[in-house]
């Protein structure tokens, strides 16, 4: 089975969390996640997530907090998420992928259409 090293961001806002929701046309269309991307060769964990939410919400981040990383196995991948947590340093959230964004409390993510693996994130930020 294929393995993929993916990494995430938690950003925190008054008492709430960041998600995104994922277009129509990538895999798990209309599920909300948290953002981030794939581990490219020759690239570190720290240095994946910085590069991935810089091109998918333009804004440049301090890692302040490290997770224990995901395992979850889908039908036809397995995926190890690696959870940050991140402080915004500079620009304001554009979306540049995906459909719709918004900050949840912990409560309201729990009733939100995220994957499996996201779901997970939940349990170990709260």
């Not at 269309?29 to 240095?47: H, Q, R, V």
């Not at 890692?63 to 979850?72: A, D, S, V």
């Amino acid at each position: 089975m294929k393995k993929i090293i993916v990494t995430c961001a938690i950003i925190r806002k008054d008492n709430k969390i960041f998600i995104a929701q994922r277009p129509q046309n990538k895999n798990y269309g209309g599920y909300w996640e948290f953002p981030g991307g794939k581990l490219e060769p020759n690239e570190t964990l720290e240095d994946c997530i910085k590069r991935e939410l810089y091109e998918e919400l333009d804004i440049e981040v301090n890692i302040t907090k490290t997770y224990k990383h995901i395992i979850e196995k889908y039908p036809e991948f397995e995926i190890e998420l690696c959870p940050f947590e991140v402080d915004i340093i500079k620009n304001k959230i554009t979306l540049k992928e995906h459909a719709d964004m918004g900050f949840y409390t912990i409560e309201e993510l729990k009733n939100i259409k995220l994957t499996e693996a996201d779901k997970k994130i939940i349990e170990i930020i709260k």
